[in-house]
T-cell receptor, first 112, second 115 residues
Framework: DQQVKQNSPSLSVQEGRISILNCDYT??????FLWYKKYPAEGPTFLIS?????DKNEDGRFTVFLNKSAKHLSLHIVPSQPGDSAVYFC???????????FGTGTRLKVLA | DAGVIQSPRHEVTEMGQEVTLRCKPI?????LFWYRQTMMRGLELLIY????????DSGMPEDRFSAKMPNASFSTLKIQPSEPRDSAVYFC?????????????FGPGTRLTVT
């Protein structure tokens, strides 16, 4: 049973436009969420995180939104750049525990 | 810092052979994680070490899989005997603390192909 779901395996966006990547979770105990970015032949790298006490966290072009009632989070990239083309994983955990549950990833392609 | 180091980067082996994957975590990190990435299941946690002690190995798929961490700077994941369904990318990650909300730092991965 997948506790963290990324239902869109892939997404294509034109350069300069907004990219929106979505993630749903089922475990109401999760209170810390992260997004990782992965380029081919490299390991995932941390991008941005959010605690459940917030509903938005922003870092430059990247913003993560959290809707606790819907158990849904999204990553917005504005404006999208070709270098953003990668696989994006969302992950969830309970604060104070060690286990991060990852989604299956969404492959973003930003078209020049 | 060099980051998390994994070797080999690619491994091709025949079914039935023993495979050993290696990991050097970031110096000073006391938590180490082994993950397996597949298309169907994404990133799955195999085993978690804290201060060199295995804390949770519930993700290890079968007895064919074993992991060790003899010291703070080295860990191995062994598959014996290997099977074609073990083909995947295996990642090692380390963290300054085992407890969320610390981020995990991933190595580049080992792509394993079992024929």
């Amino acid at each position: 049973d997948q506790q963290v779901k990324q239902n869109s395996p892939s997404l294509s966006v034109q350069e300069g436009r907004i990219s929106i990547l979505n993630c749903d979770y089922t475990n109401s105990m999760f209170d810390y969420f992260l997004w990782y970015k992965k380029y081919p032949a490299e390991g995932p790298t941390f991008l941005i995180s959010i605690s459940s006490i917030k509903d938005k966290n922003e870092d430059g072009r990247f913003t993560v939104f959290l809707n606790k009632s819907a158990k849904h989070l999204s990553l917005h990239i504005v404006p999208s750049q070709p270098g953003d083309s990668a696989v994006y994983f969302c992950a969830a955990s309970e604060t104070g525990t060690y286990k991060y549950i990852f989604g299956t990833g969404t492959r973003l392609k930003v078209l020049a | 810092d060099a980051g998390v180091i994994q070797s080999p980067r690619h491994e091709v082996t025949e079914m039935g052979q023993e495979v050993t994957l290696r990991c050097k975590p970031i110096s000073g990190h006391n938590s180490l994680f082994w993950y397996r990435q597949t298309m169907m299941r994404g990133l799955e946690l195999l085993i978690y070490f804290n201060n060199n002690v295995p804390i949770d190995d519930s993700g290890m798929p079968e007895d064919r899989f074993s992991a060790k961490m003899p010291n703070a700077s080295f860990s191995t994941l062994k598959i014996q005997p290997s099977e074609p369904r073990d083909s995947a990318v295996y990642f090692c990650a380390s963290s300054p603390s085992g407890e969320s909300p610390y981020e995990q730092y991933f190595g580049p991965g080992t792509r394993l192909t079992v024929t």
